[in-house]
């Protein structure tokens, strides 16, 4: 039943991220380290390693992000500051999975879909707006809260 908790904290982080970014006018800027910090969340609360592993490389990139848009990096420095906030991140993810059964691949696949959905922003707009990663995240939870842990018939031997 713990872990069904997960899917409970990323459908509310869902609700939050849509009322912040949503009526209060928040920048996208925010979004990567709040999925990130939303995924950390439910891993802990759900005692799930890999969910923490897969927003550690978020949090990391969702720093850079607020520091140049938002503080004292300056935009020429931005494609350098994004990849050493996701390397952080990933360093971060890789020393905590040494210490869990949990693999580094999640940790990579968020690295990779962050990516590909920032560069696809570009020509898919709706990428860029807060309702698209509401609807993300609130999936995600009950993916999370139904299919994850649904009982699973045993494989008959031979």
Same mark, same amino acid.
């Given at each position: 039943?713990?872990?069904?908790?997960? %899917?409970?904290?990323?459908?509310?982080?869902?609700?939050?991220?849509?009322?912040?970014?949503?009526?209060?006018?928040?920048?996208?800027?925010? *979004?990567?380290?709040?999925?990130?910090?939303?995924?950390?969340?439910?891993?802990?609360?759900?005692?799930?390693?890999?969910?923490?592993?897969?927003? $550690?490389?978020?949090?990391?990139?969702?720093?850079?992000?607020?520091?140049?848009?938002?503080?004292?990096?300056?935009?020429?420095?931005?494609?350098?500051?994004?990849?050493?906030?996701?390397?952080? %991140?990933?360093?971060?993810?890789?020393?905590?999975?040494?210490?869990?059964?949990? *693999? $580094?691949?999640?940790?990579?696949?968020?690295?990779?879909?962050?990516?590909?959905?920032?560069?696809?922003?570009?020509?898919?707009?709706?990428?860029?707006?807060?309702?698209?990663?509401?609807?993300?995240?609130?999936?995600?939870?009950?993916?999370?809260?139904?299919?994850?842990?649904?009982?699973?018939?045993?494989?008959?031997?031979?």
């Amino acid at each position: 039943m713990t872990q069904r908790l997960s %899917g409970v904290v990323l459908i509310a982080a869902a609700a939050t991220y849509a009322m912040l970014l949503g009526p209060a006018g928040l920048t996208f800027n925010l *979004t990567p380290m709040f999925v990130g910090l939303s995924a950390i969340s439910a891993g802990a609360a759900g005692r799930q390693a890999r969910l923490i592993a897969v927003g $550690l490389p978020l949090v990391g990139w969702g720093a850079a992000v607020l520091l140049v848009r938002n503080g004292p990096v300056p935009d020429n420095r931005q494609a350098p500051a994004y990849l050493i906030g996701l390397a952080v %991140g990933l360093l971060a993810a890789h020393r905590y999975t040494q210490r869990t059964d949990v *693999t $580094l691949t999640g940790a990579l696949m968020s690295a990779i879909v962050g990516g590909l959905s920032f560069y696809l922003a570009y020509d898919w707009p709706e990428l860029g707006r807060w309702r698209a990663w509401a609807i993300t995240l609130a999936a995600w939870g009950m993916f999370e809260l139904v299919a994850l842990h649904r009982p699973v018939a045993p494989t008959p031997r031979r």
